[in-house]
């Protein structure tokens, strides 16, 4: 199993929105409502920001936001702030024997 | 509050072993999926292997398998992952995380921060 599609980098200004794709196949995201994001800071432990595309864990700010369309999934953030500096990171369930797969992380730069 | 704290790693010859542990705590758990993840040098993460509650099951991404272990001592909550025959493209940052409950496929919900191996000569 391949990993998700990522770009490698996005940059914004502070109050700004940026979105970050996650691109993956119909064994994976077109498949399975089950995308995952992670906010990852330098040197922390991954950070699970949006669960099964577009749900947000308790005590995670409204601006961060999730959506799918066939084997595309989207992080949106909006209004930027200067602490969404960091790697985000998306993942899909890919099934039983895959189990999750992710994309290769995203640097956000908030300019 | 949840809590999970990786050790054993650390520097080993290729074709070595070594022994990763994770102490969970502010849960139940033996009520959890657990997994551990790696994240190589300037890569991005790998799910590496997942653990049922109760150890009857068992799966490892086919670049581990043979030579991977991963089981867990529910009474000591604990999770541990016996590593083999390591490879160069073993070193990474490995993690343990757990799966969100009765959500199998959902991710990970909380994660440890890791534990640095490197196989080098």
């Known amino acids: 199993q391949s990993a998700l599609t990522q770009p490698a980098s996005v940059s914004g200004s502070p109050g700004q929105s940026i979105t970050i794709s996650c691109t993956g196949t119909?064994?994976?995201?077109?498949?399975?409502?089950?995308v995952s994001w992670y906010q990852q800071h330098p040197g922390k432990a991954p950070k699970v920001i949006i669960y099964e595309v577009n749900k947000r864990p308790s005590g995670v700010s409204n601006r961060f936001s999730g959506s799918k369309s066939g084997n595309t999934a989207s992080l949106t953030i909006s209004g930027l702030q200067a602490e969404d500096e960091a790697d985000y990171h998306c993942?899909?369930?890919?099934?039983?024997?895959?189990?999750?797969?992710f994309g290769g992380g995203t640097k956000l730069t908030v300019l | 509050e949840v809590q999970l704290v990786e050790s054993g790693g650390g520097l080993v010859q290729p074709g070595g072993s070594l022994r990763l542990s994770c102490a969970a705590a502010g849960f139940t758990f033996g009520n959890y999926w657990m997994s551990w993840v790696r994240q190589a040098p300037g890569k991005g993460l790998e799910w590496v292997a997942n653990?049922?509650?109760?150890?009857?099951?068992?799966y490892y991404v086919d670049s581990v398998k043979g030579r991977f272990t991963i089981s867990r001592d529910n009474a000591a909550n604990s999770l541990n992952l016996q590593m083999n025959s390591l490879r160069a493209e073993d070193t990474a940052v490995y993690s343990c995380?757990?799966?969100?409950?009765?959500?199998?496929?959902?991710?990970?919900?909380?994660w440890g921060q890791g534990t640095l191996v490197t196989v080098s000569s």
């Open positions: 993942s899909s369930y890919a099934g039983s024997s895959s189990f999750v797969i």
């Open positions: 119909n064994s994976d995201v077109g498949n399975y409502n089950l």
């Open positions: 653990i049922k509650q109760d150890g009857s099951e068992k």
């Open positions: 995380a757990r799966v969100p409950y009765k959500k199998y496929g959902s991710g990970f919900d909380y």
